[in-house]
Structures are given as structure tokens and as C-alpha cells.
């Protein structure tokens, strides 16, 4: 089976899906498109904020893929022309495809919230592409004053990662006990339900006490303005929160590319035939990971993986003139409440009626003892060898 398949970025969607590509069908010419030598996960970025993880042990780069035949191209995808199927890269030259498959994640929404721009992330930093931005949000923790408030505020849905900003503020909770005791952490949130909320609530009610307060919708939780500069917030009702350390976690949408390719509809997120994952605007053009509308599977690494080895396995049938097989799909999101605490949440993804359901699943039982929360927090690790591994490993 020849033809050329172009993946463009190479995080947990891209990197799978491209690996898959090549093991399953050596003979294709696959060219993998990702500006950074060097990917750091947002999985278990929370750890390096708490300082239980350094930024070397969240780091993977893209030898063993090489090493598989797949050609790794450093550079970023500007353009995407569906009409004579090339994508246009940042380095001015052009490649062909038969296929291609785009998993960019998320961008930013600037402005969304007012004055949240690129200049005020340097002083409010979201973290929510790790990287640079983590080491800044955890360099503001370590200069925290023992007293100080850490605000973060958390965005309507759909967003990356759910589970995500809750088990932020634990683990900052978890530093602050040890290192800056008189320390609050206070969550500004624009919805009033998220994920596992039973699970973290309690956790917290058991671990960190009053350290961390959440406040939702109704009760004036989300944040319209920012002043990065100040470090301070304002809500819907118009009440001003200072904080010491500010973490905007902002609205998002698809990655740029997924625009400039016509695969994203109004809502700025990328549908797909649920099925394939090809989009269901531009043919040849497949999309996974955090940019899709998978409802109700989460934006989190684990489904992406799942969503870029079923794109993988229908570019490959379709190339053979086969139908595509009917996919399952699985997904775990575990959390710590602090190293000993983990909580999790999985379930299993069918198609029925040509939509994705959830078949089963459900959150870990919510009376566990000790044992069984230290467990599941062994699993998280357990988890992230297992999931890195097999996207980069
Ligand atoms: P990404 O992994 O972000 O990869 C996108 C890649 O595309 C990037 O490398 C980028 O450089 C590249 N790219 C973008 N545009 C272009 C372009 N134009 N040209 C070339 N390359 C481009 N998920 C879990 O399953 N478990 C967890 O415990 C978990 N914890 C998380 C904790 C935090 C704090 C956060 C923020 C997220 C967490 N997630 C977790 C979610 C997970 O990070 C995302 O769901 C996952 O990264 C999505 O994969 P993706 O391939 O869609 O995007």
C-alpha cells in the first residue's frame, strides 16, 4: 500500500496516529508535522506545578518514530489547500497528500475574556499547553508569599481536559500545605457542575479542609475581565478578586490549522464522521484529539490516543478500497487529590445509531478507603509510562 499521509502535530492524537499508520501499513509514506522537538504533556503538568514531577519526566520526543520510517518534519503547518491537496509549512516549501490527518488541539480564544491577551498570559499564565507556560505558572508559586490567595479560573465546556483545573487546584493546595501553610487556593468557575465533582469535593473535604473554595455559576463564579497586571479578576455581578498567583484557565477552540482547512463549524471545534474521524466538511481530511466535536467523549490524551489509532486503521481501509471496521473506544481520566488521593473516572464508547454513546462506565466508588485511594494513585502513573509509551515510545 503506497500513498503519502500527512499528520500534522505530533502530540497525543498525531504521534499515535502516525505510529499507527506506519505499523500497520509500512509501505506508506508518512510525514509528521510538529514545530517542537521536545513535547511536554499536559498530563501530569500538574505534578511539575506541586513540585512532585520535574519538566524532563513529562518530556518526549520523536526518535522512536523516526526510527519506525515515519519522517518527522519540525516545522509548523501554515496552510491546508483541499483542492490540490497540499499543505503549505512554515519553512516556505509544500507537501502532497493522498490523506491527511490533523490533530492541532486547542488554541486560545483571546479576548474572550476581557483583557486576557497573549501579553497577559505572560503575567496570568494559563498552562494549558505545557511547556514554557509551566515553567512560568510554577515559578509564580514558588515566589508566593505564605498568606497569599491562588486564583484560578475555570471555563465553560466543552474545554480540554475536564477533570483537569480541579486536580490543578489540589495539587496546589498540596504544595501550599507544605511549603506556604496560610495559603488559600479559590476556583472562579463559569459552570456549576464539572467533572467528578462528587470525588473532588470530598477529597478536598478530607485532605486539604477549607484550603481550597469553589465558587460556581450561581454563585458569581465567572470571571468577564482580567488585569494581569494587577493580578486581579472580575465576575459577571462585577465583584473584584486580588489574587497572589492568577491562573486564567481560558475558553479554547480547535488549533488554527483546523480553520485554514474548512473542517471547523460557528461553534470553532472540528464534527466528524464518528466512525472514521474524517470530517464531515472536507474530504481526505481526518481529524482527533481535543479540536473534534466527540461529545460525549472528553478532550483528554487517553481519547485521543483511542480517536488516532480508529483514524489510522479507516485511512488505511479506505486507501485499500475496504469499508472501515466499527470502532469501540475507551477512556480513563484519573486525578490526585494530593500523591496518596487519586480518583478516577472511565467509561466505554460505542457507535449506536451512527452517534457515539457511552456504553458504560462511571467514577471510582466515593466511600473508598486509604488503600484504595493510594492505589488509584499508583494507577495514574501506571497510566501515564503506559499511555506515553505507546504515542512516543
Ligand atoms: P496535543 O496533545 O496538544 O497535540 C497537538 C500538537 O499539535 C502540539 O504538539 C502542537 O505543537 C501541534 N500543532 C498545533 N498546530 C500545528 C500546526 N499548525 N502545525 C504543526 N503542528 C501543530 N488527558 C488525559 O487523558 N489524562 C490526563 O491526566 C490529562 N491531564 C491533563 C492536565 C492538564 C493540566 C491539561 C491542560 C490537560 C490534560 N489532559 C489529560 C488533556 C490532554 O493534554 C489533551 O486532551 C491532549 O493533549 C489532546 O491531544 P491532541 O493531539 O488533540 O493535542
Known sequence: LSARVVVVGGGFGGATAAKYLKRNAPDLDVTLVEPNKVFYTCPFSNLVLAGMRTMDSISHNYNELRELGVRVVHTTAQDVD????????GDGSSIRYE?????????????????????????????????DQTRLL????????????FVLTAPANPFRCPPGPYERASLVAH?????????KVLILDAKDNFSKQGLFMKGWKDVHGDRIEWVGLSGDGKVTRVDAGKREVETEFGTIHKASVLNVVPPQKAGFIADR?????????VPVDPVTFESTQVKDIYVVGDATIAAPMPKSG????????VAAAAI???????????????????????????????AVYRIQEGLIHESSGGVSPSDANA????????????????ITQDTWG
Open 175 to 183: 504544595y501550599l500545605s507544605q511549603h506556604k501553610p496560610r495559603s
Open 99 to 131: 490523506k491527511l490527518l490533523l490533530s492541532p488541539g486547542i488554541d486560545i480564544r483571546w479576548n474572550a475574556i476581557e483583557g486576557y491577551d497573549q501579553a497577559a498570559a505572560e503575567q496570568a499564565p494559563h498552562a494549558w499547553k505545557a511547556g
Open 261 to 269: 482547512a474548512g473542517v471547523t463549524n460557528e461553534s470553532g471545534w
Open 138 to 149: 510554577r515559578r509564580q508559586i514558588e515566589a508566593m508569599d505564605d498568606g497569599g490567595v
Open 371 to 386: 488503600t484504595f485511594r493510594k492505589l488509584e494513585a499508583d494507577y495514574a502513573s501506571g497510566w501515564y509510562s503506559a
Open 302 to 309: 487517553f481519547a485521543a490516543n483511542a480517536q488516532g489509532k
Open 82 to 89: 483541499p483542492v490540490s491537496r497540499t499543505v503549505s509549512l
Open 316 to 346: 488505511i481501509a479506505a486507501l485499500e478500497g475496504q469499508r472501515p471496521l466499527e470502532p469501540s473506544w475507551a477512556n480513563t481520566c484519573y486525578s490526585l487529590i494530593n500523591p496518596e488521593y487519586g480518583i478516577s473516572v472511565a
